[in-house]
C-alpha cells in the first residue's frame, strides 16, 4: 500500500510486494483447496511449518515482551524503559501473526472461537489456546497507551496506566503459562519424538529458551530499527539485555545438556545421524556460539559482535522448535516433511506484513520517544490511523470513532 | 458392561469381511485403501505370515481425548471411543498424539474433520457387536465385556500355548486398551509398537496442567511481592532525596 502511494521503490519495498503477492496466492489456493491440496502435511505428518515456525516461534521470540516489562515494572530498572514500546509492539505484532497463522493451520478456522466454550481442561492446546488469547489482549492493553497517547486521549491513558503493574503480573504469568506449555504439547508423544528432543524436562526448556530468545529479539529488533529508521542504537542499554541473554542461554544450555546427559543421550551422538547433526547444528550455532562470543567484552561491546550474538541466538531457537515439530518426528513418522511452497508463501508473507506494520506504527506512533513529533495534522497518519488502528489496538476502537472519525474502517 | 473387542490374529483368514462391514455400517466410500485412512477406518494387513487388523484401540484412556482442546473425543463407559465432528476445529493434535496412529484426517476436503473408528456405539447400545465383529466368520474378531474377553483371553493362551505369544496386547499398553489382540508371532513383526509406555499417556501432561492453578497464585504473590518491595524502595528513596534538599 505504502508503495502504491509513493512510487519510489526501494529494494525491501519490492521484496515485500513479491511476499505479499506470492503469500495472496498461497492463502487462496489453501482455502479453495483446503489443506491437502495445499500443504505437504499427512496422517504421518499432521504438523508442519505453520505450527513449527508461525506458532511455536512467533510465541517464543515474542517473549521479549513478558521479560522487559517485567524488569521495567516488577523489577523497577527504569532504564530499559525505553525500550519497552519497541518490544511491546513486537510482542502484540508476534502474537497477531500467531493467530493468524493459525486460522491458515486449523482445518476449521471458523470454529476457531469453540476454544472459548467448549473446553477441555486436559488439554495442552486448550490451555494454550486460552493463554494466547489472554494474553494477546493484555499486550492490546500494553500498547494501548501509545495509541491513546497520539490520539490525544488523556482519560483513557490515564486509565491503562494506572492498571499497568497488574497488567504486566497477569502477562507475566499467563506468559510463563504458555511459553512452556508449548513445550508440554510434545510431552504426550514420548513414543515419538527422538529422544535428543524429547524430555520430561520440555516445558521448562521452552521457558528458558524462549526468555533467551526474546532478549535476542530486542537487541534484533532494535539493530534493524537502527537499519530502517536511522534511529541510534543504545549501545549500553543493549550491551547489559546481551549479558543478560547470555545468562538465560548459559542456564538453558547446562539444563539442556545435564538432561541429555543423565538420560544417556548424549552417548549417541558419537554415531553420526541426521538427528544429530541437527542437534549439533542447532546447540553449537545457536546456544554455545553466542555464549562464547557474549563473554567475550571486546565482541560485546561492539555492536557487530553484539548483533552477530543475537542473530544466533534467533537462528538456534528457530532451530530448537523446529528440530522438536519437525525433525524430531520425522523417524516415528517414517516419513520426510518439507514444506510445500504455499506453507512457505503464507509464512513469509506473514512475516513481511508484521515488519510493514511494524515499520508504519514507528513512522505514526510515538513508538521511539524521540522523533516522533510531527506536526499532528499531516494526512496521511490520520488515513492511517483510522484504518490500522482499531486492529492495532482493539481497545481503541471507541475512541476512534470519539475523535470524530466515522468507526471502523474493517 | 465395558465392551472390548478381542482380535485373535491365529484365527484370521484375511478374508476382509470386517472391512467391508464397516464400510458399510459407517457410509464410508467402497476402495478400501492400504493403511488406515478417514475413509478406511479398519484394515487386515498381511505380515510375516500372519493377518493383523488395524482399528482404533479405544484406549481405557485414550490420548486423543485428553489432548483435545474442544473435547470432540469420548470414552464412553461402554468400550467406544466417539468423536463428535461438530466440535472439531480441525488442530489434528490428535492425529499427531495418539500412541497407535489411528485418527485420520480429510486432506481432500476444504472443511475437513477427523475420522476413525468409532466401535458402531448405537449398536453396542443397541446391545448389539459392532458391525466387524458380528459379520466375523472365523471368531477371530469378537465381542464382549472387557473382563470376559480378557479372560476369555487367558484360556486360549493356556489351552494352547504353542500357538501363542504369551501375551494379550492391549492389557496394559497406555493403560489398557478395549481391543485386544492374541498373536502367534511377535507383536512387533505384526507392526505393533512394543515400546509404549504401560502408564496412560494423558498422565504426562496432567501432571504438569494440575500444577497450573498453584503456579498461578503462587506466581501472581511472589512477583506482587517484588513490586512491593522495589516500588517501596524506590519510593523511600525519593523521600530522602527530598528531605535531604529541604533547607533546614
Redo the contacts between chains.
Keep these: 500500500m505504502n508503495a502504491t502511494r509513493r512510487p519510489e521503490f526501494t529494494f525491501w519495498r519490492l521484496v515485500f510486494l513479491v511476499l505479499t503477492a506470492t503469500g495472496t496466492v498461497a492463502a487462496l489456493l489453501r482455502?479453495?483447496?483446503?489443506?491437502?491440496?495445499s500443504t505437504n502435511?499427512?496422517?504421518?505428518f499432521?504438523?508442519g511449518l505453520w505450527v513449527g515456525f508461525d506458532v511455536l516461534c512467533g510465541v517464543g521470540l515474542a517473549a521479549g515482551g513478558f521479560t522487559i516489562t517485567?524488569i521495567v515494572?516488577?523489577?523497577?530498572l527504569k532504564r530499559f524503559a525505553p525500550i519497552i514500546r519497541p518490544t511491546v509492539l513486537t510482542a502484540f505484532l508476534g502474537y497477531v501473526f500467531v493467530a493468524v497463522a493459525l486460522l491458515f493451520?486449523?482445518?476449521?478456522?471458523q470454529?476457531?472461537w469453540?476454544?472459548l466454550v467448549?473446553?477441555?481442561?486436559?488439554?495442552?492446546?486448550?490451555?494454550v489456546?486460552w493463554c494466547v488469547m489472554l494474553y494477546t489482549s493484555v499486550l492490546a492493553l500494553e500498547f494501548s497507551p501509545i495509541v491513546f497517547e497520539r490520539l490525544n486521549l488523556e482519560r483513557a491513558r490515564r486509565i491503562v496506566r494506572a492498571v499497568s503493574?497488574p497488567l504486566v503480573?497477569?502477562g507475566?504469568?499467563l506468559s510463563?503459562?504458555h511459553q512452556?506449555?508449548l513445550g508440554?504439547?510434545f510431552?504426550?508423544?514420548?513414543?515419538?519424538l527422538h529422544p535428543l528432543w524429547y524430555s520430561?524436562l520440555l516445558?521448562v526448556l521452552f521457558f528458558v529458551s524462549a526468555i533467551a530468545a526474546g532478549l535476542a529479539m530486542v537487541i534484533v529488533e532494535s539493530y534493524l530499527c537502527q537499519r530502517a529508521f536511522n534511529h541510534h542504537l543504545e549501545m549500553d542499554l543493549l550491551e547489559t539485555v546481551g549479558r543478560a541473554m547470555a545468562v538465560a542461554l548459559g542456564v538453558y544450555g547446562i539444563l539442556r545438556l545435564q538432561d541429555l546427559a543423565r538420560r544417556g543421550v548424549l552417548p549417541t551422538l558419537r554415531h553420526p545421524s541426521y538427528e544429530g547433526g541437527m542437534f549439533l547444528l542447532e546447540v553449537g550455532l545457536g546456544v554455545l556460539l553466542p555464549i562464547v562470543l557474549l563473554a567475550i567484552p571486546k565482541v560485546r561491546m561492539k555492536e557487530a559482535g553484539l548483533v552477530t550474538s543475537a542473530f544466533l541466538a534467533v537462528l538456534g531457537f528457530v532451530m530448537h522448535r523446529l528440530n522438536v515439530s519437525i525433525t524430531g518426528?520425522e523417524r516415528a513418522a517414517g516419513v520426510r516433511y518439507f514444506p510445500s511452497w504455499m506453507e512457505v508463501a503464507v509464512s513469509l508473507a506473514l512475516v513481511a506484513v508484521g515488519f510493514a506494520i511494524f515499520g508504519w506504527a514507528v513512522q505514526y506512533l510515538p513508538i521511539f520517544h524521540e522523533g516522533v513529533h510531527r506536526p499532528r495534522a499531516v494526512e496521511a497518519p490520520a488515513w492511517l490511523l483510522a484504518k490500522t488502528a482499531p486492529t492495532l489496538a482493539g481497545g481503541a476502537l471507541g475512541s476512534a470513532s470519539q475523535s470524530g472519525r466515522p468507526g471502523r474502517a474493517e | 458392561m465395558k465392551g472390548a473387542i478381542l482380535f485373535d490374529s491365529t484365527k484370521c483368514i484375511g478374508c476382509e469381511a470386517c472391512v467391508a462391514a464397516c464400510k458399510e455400517k459407517n457410509n464410508l466410500p467402497p476402495t478400501v485403501d492400504p493403511k488406515?485412512?478417514?475413509y478406511t477406518w479398519t484394515v487386515v494387513e498381511q505380515r510375516d505370515k500372519a493377518f493383523v487388523r488395524r482399528m482404533c484401540m479405544h484406549c481405557e484412556s485414550p490420548?486423543c481425548?485428553?489432548?483435545?482442546?474442544?473435547?470432540?473425543f469420548q470414552k464412553q463407559l461402554d468400550g467406544p471411543v466417539t468423536y463428535d465432528a461438530s466440535?472439531?476445529?480441525?488442530?489434528?493434535?490428535c492425529?499427531?498424539?495418539c500412541?497407535f496412529?489411528v485418527p485420520?484426517?480429510?486432506?481432500?476436503?476444504?472443511?475437513?474433520?477427523v475420522q476413525k473408528c468409532i466401535m458402531c456405539p448405537d449398536r453396542i447400545a443397541r446391545g448389539e457387536a459392532p458391525a466387524c465383529a458380528s459379520v466375523c466368520p472365523t471368531g477371530a474378531t469378537t465381542f464382549g465385556d472387557r473382563n470376559q474377553l480378557i479372560g476369555e483371553a487367558r484360556a486360549r493362551l493356556a489351552a494352547a500355548p504353542k500357538s501363542y505369544v504369551p501375551r494379550i496386547y492391549g492389557l496394559e499398553e497406555v493403560g489398557g486398551t478395549s481391543v485386544l489382540i492374541l498373536s502367534g508371532v511377535p507383536f512387533a513383526s505384526l507392526g505393533l509398537?512394543t515400546?509404549?509406555?504401560l502408564q496412560p499417556?494423558?498422565m504426562?501432561?496432567?501432571q504438569?496442567?494440575s500444577k497450573?492453578p498453584d503456579?498461578?497464585v503462587v506466581?501472581?504473590a511472589f512477583?506482587?511481592g517484588?513490586?512491593w518491595i522495589?516500588?517501596r524502595?524506590?519510593k523511600v528513596e525519593a523521600l530522602l532525596a527530598q528531605e535531604a534538599a529541604k533547607p533546614s
Design positions: 482455502f479453495t483447496r483446503g489443506l491437502g491440496a502435511l499427512s496422517d504421518q499432521p504438523w517485567a515494572y516488577v523489577f523497577n493451520d486449523l482445518g476449521q478456522p470454529r476457531i469453540h476454544a467448549m473446553w477441555n481442561p486436559h488439554s495442552v492446546m486448550f490451555e489456546a503493574v503480573i497477569v507475566v504469568i510463563t503459562l512452556s506449555s508440554s504439547l510431552l504426550i508423544v514420548p513414543e515419538k520430561p516445558p518426528m | 488406515l485412512t478417514a490420548t481425548a485428553s489432548v483435545c482442546p474442544v473435547g470432540a466440535r472439531c476445529m480441525g488442530c489434528r493434535y492425529v499427531m498424539a500412541p496412529g485420520k484426517y480429510q486432506w481432500d476436503r476444504t472443511v475437513p474433520i509398537r515400546d509404549l509406555l499417556l494423558p504426562l501432561t496432567w504438569v496442567l497450573i503456579f498461578v506466581g501472581g512477583l506482587y517484588i513490586w522495589t516500588n524502595r524506590s
